[in-house]
């Protein structure tokens, strides 16, 4: 068409107006043959044409009344995705073939018209029938959506009866142009033929589909069930199950990104997971893989090749599919330098046009060469490769990265599963920690991940360098690879970078992990830091590892710096060198602007894959370490193994219970509710037997360790535990009690001797015992034991609600449950809690004391329906009262009384009487074993031993204890933490929501939702300081501004070039005469605008990274000053994880991701600016189209932004519970084990597993409708602004430079469209970092300045240590009321004074006032003359000393502990630990004083962690002593020695001490009693002793 209208403009023509004008079917010329019929109609082209028509108008005549009238009343009565339901087979082969058959269809209607151009009127019947068939096949594939998705088979016979005509039509008219002789040289030839088998294959499927269903002809259709996830409505996920367009387009999204914006995305909905993605389905495709392996290779594979060789079976298919959708894509990527180069070329004045030879049946016929010289239709063609293009590519990442979803959790099941047999030993020697077990799974799974998503990058990118090298040395010659040079050789360099920058990251992740570390220990110890006045010191400590920390950043920045500048540089570099080398060689011949920006689109896609090349050889690389440490870990030691070593496909097998999990949860068989009331008469079970069988457990010749190089640790072990009785284990720390019992349950390795287990123990568990055991004991253990109720010395909870923990996965029956609640004690720790027993106690049980998580260990133990229980020293960490309570209504009346077989280990002697049974350990052996009384008898010496060890009688508990005990300290601790809680909850609520009224509120939050931070945003960039903002928005602005110059530049120089070669033709100047072309000063100027490019290139990749700097800088040197000067009670009130997260995930997103995204964001948003720009100025018209493109790319992000963030927190929020889990299960697998509940805990991880799953795929097809939709805008912008300058060039004699330059805009727009739109999602959710750390930004910090200047204290104050409290009345807060009142007390110099009271009486209220920690509102302490309000906080606190009742330690030396402002000698230091009985302990250890502590102190006890606090706070030498409760959670003995000493070397100081056991204070110099906040009684406890109606009396009285 171009080219007639370029030969014969329609204003030049002769003909008349009117003959101009008309429209015929068969064209109007005066000769033509079109209606000629003297050879037979169908020897004529029109009335074939014509015929063509009649299937059209048929389908479109019969399908329109049944989709628009019939097709909506449904036969399926299946209540199921009715949109979703794909049932007829060849269903995805008919869309294929439907989208072929559009394309083809298209070209014919583009032949037509190309054709028809040559010619003086219009032939209709050239493109009309196309465009009619091209209606009818779009009429047709949604015509057959309606019917597949209504379950009308019969209504197919209207395609059937179309498919049939449309194919005899093509047949008939590609045989007449046989007959005339039309060959392949001509296009439409080509296109019928084409056309024909199309339609003959759409015939085939329709065929195919009335063979397999049977719906015509038959009485028996073929009845088809819908699948199984499509049953359930709780399946969303519906990828698998839509038709291919949707698939490709994501189209089922639409509606859940659209609802997202109207309600926030939660798990429930987004729903399950198909059948075919869940973890179980895919553990198990990956075991038959790994079966397979082991028939064919070995029978027992292992090692790295294994698992490669295992995941290739699983997984390769879809890896395979992947890889060739992207080739795919690739190959058609290069459709647009090509395109560009076409389009540029026949536009340029050098095009000559030409006439169609050929003329047959009356019209012309054209070649595809004579097609495809045509601008427009390779506009058209480049806009198709584009979509194509775009649609496999995405399906291509969204494939990898299905795969890698589906890999990662079939992989985390192995793990799991490989858990649940690990040898403790494993754990406990620390072959492998918890830590490395999270990091198999929270890293090395991901890195699996991320490697199958970069996977098909691994054969793409080879092809698409050879492919682009190859198309730049058939543009340029020679010079194309001189600038493939440059970029191979800086390609290295670039490998090289990315190298450093994965060094410099892990090495800043360690300084991230250790500056973590300590911040943890400071907001742990903030109490005491405060206390003791060692803010400075620990922020001193802080700020030096931040600043290695930083060290490690820049490092980091420079790196990326570099490796963005060089991303944007290469191909600047490349292009420079190949265009002045090009135009040098060329000697003006064959540089155009066609070659030039063909090239330089082909420059960048080659770019890209060498960029790509680094990151993909990172990933292989971190997948094979990742495989290798796989490897390891599946080849570790698993229990009992050592006896049986067979072992393994019995536990492979047992696997299969995880083919229930899809099922209804199996209902175990425990005592219905309604049968709790006659549980407690149970009859007991006789077991008078035999000998042999009145034991639950015999242990003979047992030598037992826990590394099999190792000495034993239990030895010549030779015991029997009676059946439902009570025995007892005592003796010695360290002498095996624990290990004996781990022992019994299989958990250490036996180098010989036999386990006994009577299998009488386990005969209520029933089928419990046959689901769920597995074979994990040695094989000649007599009986495989069933279930244990066991409670770990060390008690294990869940991250669940406390009801959660205690059932433990059993049915719930409300009596049992209150009776089990009501032995531990729990009640009142229940009614303090916010939400009762449905609160979620943490991780761990964080924010319970370890009394409270004991009692609910024990708890759990004692609800459990097992028949044998473990008790590892219940009592530890509980007071005496509730250890009494706890032997008499949870041991003695629950277990004993059902007949339960317990065994208790315990140091608490004085319980000794009640056991039926006794053990007594010495030293890894057993020292005695026999009743009470046999002992007595036999062992005379032990029994005294005890006797004297006992402190006191065992007698039953008086009904009112009026003592504070130290279970009420934990409930005022749990009161305060819980209040704390919801505060902060409360708090949160604010600052994520606006207040507002009901009404109001929701659609306030989703306007909230649907808003950038924008003032988030500009905290971020105003920290930059006010140089860097400036300079880095100049530089983004210069560096793009510099870029489009250099393109127009490129496409003046060659339009020019164009120019005097054509005016050199036409003047037939010679190469010798003075009209040649002088690039000299053109390359000058390109030169110049290169180099000026690299340079800004540069600028903005420092300025962007060393904004980042100085910004993650600033922020984390404003938080911690912050949070190390706040007040006491914003930690009470603020949850520790919550201020850790500040630290840690908040300050890592500002540190490392904020300025990565940024600078994504600034260069994506200005390239796609510049370019609209671009193509503006060279086609304004362009700026009509751009106004209904902009609104819809304005909607997509809308909707995007919001989904997409509430996605991104849902995978993250998911991952938590996931990696909780593994955690939990690592550290209670022993307790997992002994209850026999592998099985439960494995379904919770598939749940888990299959919930993070979800999150992940819908994020990935999230990103994808994104994409999708953005690439095809983009392509559309390319095809407006390709049509556009066609035309502008046509009829404005636009330059064909320009037209190249707007064409190669407009092909980027579509690359970075998506980019701009993912950069604004992900930097919305990183500004979120910003907004929490400004949140605490606003923290108020304490008063530290004081009223005395440091010259008005004495140096030596406090020297006397007299206390003076006049009308004290004090408050935590101002909101609050007060906890003292009216106190008033005089201390004298060196006393020792006594202050017991019951919880909330203000006893720790009134140590804290001494060191200004709460708010005195009313009245004074004067301490030695100085009234304390009136000094500066830090003097104050750091002339005083504590001794806290939690002990705490610091990771370091021990000399750090003791004095971390080192201003102690030596001596001094030994001084004070020779005093806390510590000093030989200390003199044992590598390094004395410089011995490591570990974190919290935990290679020491507690007892000796209280010492070292004493031995603190007599380094200080201060003299005054407070202790606070110090003696609360240390054993008896320990306690002896603290008081021994506080009375010796504090002889001269003054000590107050809060009392705990109020014996401790019997030999004060002066008690004081308190009951809320007044004081109670004030005197010498021997005179209050005398008084009997005083309470401190009765407190002695109960104490006793």
């Known amino acids: 068409m171009i080219m007639r209208y370029k030969e014969y403009p329609p204003w030049k023509t002769t003909q008349s107006p009117s003959s101009t004008m008309s429209l015929a079917f068969c064209g109007s010329e005066n000769n033509s043959s079109a209606y000629n019929v003297d050879q037979g109609v169908l020897n004529n082209g029109c009335f074939v044409d014509a015929l063509n028509v ?42 294929i073939l439907t989208f072929i058959l559009l394309f083809v269809l298209v070209c014919e209607i583009a032949e037509g018209i190309v054709s028809d151009g040559f010619t003086d009127s219009r032939h209709l019947h050239l493109y009309m029938p196309a465009g009619m068939a091209f209606m009818a096949a779009i009429t047709s594939v949604v015509y057959y959506h309606n019917i597949e998705t209504s379950n009308f088979p019969k209504l197919l016979l209207a395609l059937l009866i179309y498919w049939s005509l449309a194919f005899i039509t093509k047949t008939i008219k590609f045989a007449k142009f046989c007959e005339h002789g039309i060959g392949l040289s001509q296009l439409r030839f080509c296109i019928t033929g084409l056309l024909a088998m199309l339609y003959g294959m759409l015939l085939a499927v329709e065929i195919n589909v009335i063979r397999v269903r049977r719906y015509i002809c038959s009485n028996d259709p073929r009845e088809v069930k819908p699948p199984e996830d499509l049953q359930d409505l709780g399946v969303r996920f519906l990828q698998p199950f839509v038709n291919l367009l949707s698939k490709g387009t994501y189209w089922w999204m639409n509606r859940f990104i659209t609802t997202a914006h109207k309600r926030p995305i939660d798990l429930k909905t987004i729903g399950k997971l198909p059948i075919a993605m869940r973890a179980i389905t895919n553990y198990n495709r990956m075991k038959a893989a790994f079966e397979a392996q082991k028939t064919l290779r070995s029978p027992n594979p292992q090692g790295s090749k294994a698992i490669w060789c295992t995941l290739r079976h699983a997984f390769g298919s879809p890896i395979l599919l992947s890889s060739t959708f992207r080739c795919l894509a690739d190959l058609l990527g290069f459709a647009g330098p090509l395109c560009i180069s076409g389009i540029v070329h026949h536009l340029s004045n050098e095009n000559k046009t030409f006439q169609p030879q050929v003329k047959l049946l009356g019209v012309y016929f054209i070649s595809s060469q004579e097609f495809l010289a045509n601008a427009y239709v390779l506009a058209v063609l480049l806009f198709f490769a584009l979509l194509l293009q775009r649609t496999f590519l995405q399906a291509s990442y969204y494939i990898a990265i299905e795969t890698g979803i589906n890999l990662r959790g079939a992989i985390q099941a192995k793990i799991y599963n490989k858990i649940m047999r690990l040898s403790t030993s494993n754990m406990s020697m620390g072959e492998m920690s918890a830590g490395q077990i999270c990091n198999l799974v929270a890293i090395d799974t991901n890195q699996l991940m991320w490697f199958f998503f970069l996977c098909p990058n691994l054969w793409a990118m080879p092809m698409q360098i050879i492919v682009g090298v190859i198309l730049l040395y058939y543009l340029l010659g020679i010079s194309a690879l001189i600038g493939a040079t440059v970029i191979t050789v800086l390609a290295p360099v670039q490998y090289f970078v990315a190298t450093k920058l994965s060094q410099t990251q892990r090495s800043t992740l360690e300084y991230s992990n250790e500056r973590l570390k300590k911040t943890n220990e400071m907001l742990r110890g903030i109490k005491l830091l405060k206390l003791y006045a060692w803010e400075h010191i620990f922020h001193g400590i802080m700020e030096e590892t931040r600043q290695k920390e930083m060290t490690s950043l820049k490092a980091f920045a420079l790196y990326t710096s570099i490796s963005i500048f060089m991303n944007a540089a290469i191909p600047i570099a490349a292009v420079l060198t190949t265009f002045v080398v090009h135009a040098y060689l060329s000697q003006d011949s064959g540089f155009s602007p066609a070659v030039a920006f063909a090239s330089l689109s082909l420059f960048h896609i080659l770019v890209t894959p060498l960029f790509l090349l680094s990151s993909v050889v990172r990933s292989t690389v971190k997948a094979l370490v990742s495989v290798q440490k796989l490897s390891e870990f599946f080849s570790s030691e698993e229990i009992g193994e050592e006896r049986d070593k067979c072992q393994l496909p019995v536990n492979i097998d047992n696997h299969s219970k995880y083919q229930a999990v899809p099922l209804k949860v199996v209902n175990r068989k425990r005592p219905p509710r309604e049968e709790w009331n006659h549980y407690n008469s149970l009859p007991g079970r006789q ?58 349950l299989g958990e250490m390795q036996k180098i010989s001797g036999n386990i006994y287990w009577n299998s009488m123990s386990d005969t209520e568990l029933g089928e419990d015992l046959s689901t769920e055991t597995e074979t994990a004991i040695d094989a000649d253990i007599s009986q ?13 909870l869940l991250n669940d609600t406390m009801e959660k923990n205690i059932t433990f996965e059993s049915a719930y029956n409300k009596q049992r449950y209150k009776t089990v609640i009501d032995a531990c004690s729990l009640q009142p720790d229940i009614d303090i809690l916010p939400h009762g027993d449905q609160t979620q106690i943490g991780e761990r049980g964080v924010n319970l004391s370890g009394g409270q998580r004991q009692r609910i260990s024990v708890a759990r133990a004692l609800y459990q329906q097992a028949n044998m229980v473990f008790l590892d020293d219940p009592f530890s960490a509980l007071d005496i009262h509730l250890s009494d309570h706890l032997l008499q ?79 009420a300290l934990e409930r005022k601790n749990l009161r305060r933490a819980m209040y704390s809680r919801e505060a902060l909850s409360r708090a949160d609520e604010e600052e994520d929501s606006i207040e507002s009224d ?28 006010i140089l860097l903002l400036p300079l880095l928005v100049l530089s983004q602005l210069l560096k793009h501004s510099v870029m489009v110059a250099i393109d127009y530049w490129l496409a003046k120089w060659t339009s020019d070039a164009i120019s005097l070669k054509i005016e050199a033709e036409r003047n037939n100047c010679s190469q010798s005469q003075e009209c040649g072309f002088n690039h000299s000063s053109y390359s000058m100027v390109f030169s110049i605008l290169c180099s000026l490019g690299i340079l800004f290139c540069l600028a903005t990749s420092i300025a962007v990274e060393w904004t980042g700097l100085r910004v993650a800088k600033k922020l984390h040197q404003n938080l911690l000053n912050r949070i190390i000067l706040a007040p006491m009670r914003f930690f009470e009130t603020t949850p520790l994880g919550s201020i850790l997260n500040r630290f840690s995930a908040d300050l890592n997103t500002v540190d490392q991701h904020i300025p990565a995204t940024l600078e994504c964001l600034s260069r994506s948003t200005l390239l796609c600016v510049s370019a609209l720009a671009v193509i503006s100025y060279v086609t304004p018209v362009f700026l009509i189209s751009l106004v209904p493109l902009a609104v819809a790319c304005y909607f997509i992000q809308k909707y995007f932004r919001v989904a997409s963030r509430d996605l991104q927190q849902l995978d993250d929020s998911t991952q938590l519970p996931l990696l909780s889990h593994f955690s939990e299960t690592v550290e209670g697998l022993t307790t997992i084990r002994a209850f026999r509940y592998e099985a439960r805990f494995r379904r919770k991880l598939l749940e888990y597993t299959d919930s993070n799953n979800i999150a992940s795929l819908f994020l990935t097809a999230a990103n994808r409708w994104l994409e999708v939709r953005m690439e095809y805008i983009g392509a559309c912008v390319v095809l407006i602004a390709a049509v556009a300058s066609i035309t502008y060039s046509l009829y404005n004699r636009l330059s064909s430079g320009l037209v190249g330059l707007g064409l190669t805009y407009a092909l980027m727009i579509s690359n970075y469209l998506n980019w701009m739109v993912r950069s604004l999602a992900d930097m919305e959710v990183q500004l979120g970092a910003v907004k929490r750390i400004n949140g605490l930004l606003k923290t108020e910090v304490e008063n530290y300045e004081g009223l005395l200047s440091p010259s008005q204290i004495p140096p030596g104050w406090p020297d006397q240590g007299e206390i003076k409290i006049q009308n004290l009345s004090v408050r935590y807060d101002s909101s609050l009321k007060a906890v003292l009142k009216h106190v008033n007390a005089h ?56 001794i806290l009742q939690d002990p705490i330690l610091f990771s370091g030396t021990i000399r750090f502990n003791l004095d971390p402002e080192g201003k102690c000698t030596d001596g001094m230091l030994w001084e004070a630990l020779e005093i806390a009985q510590l000093k030989h302990v200390v003199k044992a250890l590598p390094g004395g004083l410089d011995a490591m502590v570990t974190e919290g102190g935990e290679n020491f006890s507690l007892g000796q962690r209280q010492l070292f606090c004493l031995a603190r706070a007599f380094v200080r030498k201060s003299s005054i002593l407070i202790m606070d409760e110090a003696t609360a959670s240390i054993d008896m003995a320990t306690e002896n020695i603290l008081q021994k000493v506080v009375m010796t070397a504090f002889a001269d100081r003054t000590v107050v001490t809060i009392a705990h056991r109020v014996h401790t204070i019997l030999n004060a110099d002066l008690v004081i009693v308190m009951k809320r906040g007044i004081i109670l009684e004030y005197d010498k406890p021997e005179v209050l002793l005398e008084q009997e109606d005083s309470v401190f009396a009765s407190f002695v009285k109960a104490d006793k």
Request: proline fraction near 4%; aromatic fraction near 8%; charge should be positive.
């Open 687 to 744: 077991v008078n037997i035999t000998e042999g069988e009145e034991y639950c457990i015999k242990i003979r010749n047992g030598y037992f360790t826990w590394t099999p190089d190792g000495a034993p640790t239990l030895s010549n072990i030779d015991i029997k535990i009676p059946h439902g009785q009570l025995t007892m284990i005592v003796g010695q720390v360290g002498c095996g009690k624990s290990s004996l019992l781990l022992a019994a």
């Open 998 to 1025: 009901d009404e109001d509120s929701l659609s306030m939050v989703l306007h909230q939702r649907a808003k950038m931070p924008w003032q988030a945003c500009c905290k971020y960039l105003s920290s930059a300081g």
């Open 784 to 796: 495989v034991r069933g279930s244990v109720a066991y409670a770990a010395q060390k008690p294990w």
């Open 1387 to 1442: 201390i004298s110099p060196g006393q020792k004074v006594g202050i017991c009271g019951r919880t909330g009486s203000g006893k720790s209220s009134f140590s804290l006032a001494f060191f200004r920690m709460v708010d005195t509102f009313e009245g004074r302490i004067i301490i030695d003359g100085i009234d304390i309000a009136k000094l500066p906080l830090q003097t104050l606190r750091s002339r005083l000393s504590i």
């Open 889 to 967: 209504e949870g041991i003695l009346k629950i277990l004993r009384e059902e007949k339960r077989t317990t065994v208790l280990v315990t140091h608490k002697l004085q319980y000794l009487p009640h056991a039926d049974w006794i053990i007594a350990m010495k030293d890894g052996t057993i020292q005695r074993e026999g009743t009470l009384k046999d002992i007595q008898k036999s062992e005379p010496e032990l029994f005294e031993q005890w006797k004297t060890l006992m402190n006191r009688q065992d007698q039953r508990l008086e009904k009112e204890t009026v003592t504070e005990s130290k279970t």
């Open 54 to 95: 009649v299937p059209h108008v048929f389908l479109l005549f019969i399908t329109f009344p049944i989709l628009f009238i019939g097709w909506g009343s449904q036969s399926s009565k299946v209540h199921i995705h009715h949109s979703t339901w794909l049932h007829f087979p060849g269903h995805n082969l008919r869309w």
